[in-house]
Structure formats: structure tokens, C-alpha cells
């Protein structure tokens, strides 16, 4: 481990060090006697934790997209991302490849991978948004597809994925124009 910790350049957080950190917390909070606790922290414990692991999501997306990017699945003998993932992780081929294509779509600084970096929206209402931007008819400006991008976003802090994707078959509808 400590060659792996080498790697990193002085001062940054290396991915196992940050890790080991989450689990730690994720130990102090296996302690917890949740009975103990009334209504309003129970509420706030599960919507911090739905929130942690929307981050914990937008990290793991990342990871894909850097072991993607620079095809660590053929060092493994994987014929591509989602097989290397599910192999390792122990994961479905379809989740893994689901997973895949989502870290592909989320382009960093977007204002759909800035909700999930945040944890004000979960992987799922990420895939739902990017899917629908990706849907979008050609001619749609950026500056369009962008609009729709953060129209969904909004809307996603208060729909289930489900209602997401309702509201953004609406989008794409709405902009798409009607065959003549």
C-alpha cells in the first residue's frame, strides 16, 4: 500500500487513504442504536445518507471514467470498462456497463455532475438527465441542451427518477419540432 500511496502528488489525497477514511466513518456509524433516536434526527440521518451516497456515486463515476479513459480493463485481461468493474466489483455485466455509460455521459464542471458530486441528486436522476440531454434532436443549441440540462437538475431535487423521466420525455417534446 505504501507504493500506491507513493503515487500521489505530495499533499493530495490519495483514493485509499480517503477510503479508508469513509469506512472508518461508516464503523462509528454501524455503532449508532438508531431506536434511540426520535423522528427528526432519524430524518436527517437518511437524507444525509442518501446525499453521502449520491458523492459516494459521483466518485465511483469518476473512477470509471479516469479507468476508461486510460483502458485499464486490458491490464486485467478485460475486454472493456463495465466487464473490469463487474469483475472486480463482483457486479452484473449490465449494472457495471450501465455504470460505465453514466461516467462516460457525466462531463465534469456539468451541472448534472456537479448535483451528484454535491449529493443533491442521485446516480439514477443523473442517468435520467444525461439520457435525456443525449436524446435531444440535432439542431438544439448548447446553450438549449444546457437550459434542458439545468431544467432537469431543478426538477430532479424534488421527482423520483420515475417522475424525472416523465418531465424529460416533456423536454424532449417540447423542443422537439413536429414532422410536417
Excluded: N
Amino acid at each position: 500500500m505504501t507504493a500506491l500511496l507513493d503515487l500521489a502528488p505530495e499533499g493530495t489525497p490519495t483514493p485509499l487513504l480517503a477510503t479508508a477514511e469513509i469506512h472508518a466513518a461508516i464503523d462509528q456509524l454501524t455503532g449508532v442504536v438508531f431506536e434511540s433516536y426520535g423522528a427528526d434526527v432519524l430524518a436527517s440521518a437518511l437524507v444525509e445518507l442518501k446525499r453521502a451516497e449520491s458523492r459516494l456515486a459521483a466518485c465511483k463515476h469518476r473512477i470509471l471514467r479516469a479507468a476508461d479513459a486510460t483502458r485499464v480493463a486490458a491490464a486485467f485481461g478485460a475486454s472493456d470498462t463495465g466487464s473490469w468493474a463487474a469483475l472486480l466489483t463482483h457486479t452484473d455485466g449490465d449494472v457495471a456497463a450501465r455504470d460505465v455509460k453514466l461516467a462516460r455521459a457525466l462531463e465534469a464542471g456539468s451541472p448534472t455532475c456537479a448535483a451528484l458530486e454535491a449529493g443533491d441528486i442521485s446516480a439514477d436522476h443523473a442517468r435520467v438527465i444525461t439520457t435525456a440531454v443525449g436524446q435531444l434532436p440535432d439542431g438544439v443549441s448548447d446553450q438549449d441542451a444546457l437550459t434542458v440540462e439545468r431544467s432537469l437538475v431543478t426538477k430532479a431535487h424534488s421527482l423520483s427518477p420515475r417522475h424525472l423521466r416523465v418531465a424529460a420525455r416533456r423536454c424532449i417534446e417540447a423542443i422537439t419540432p413536429d414532422p410536417e
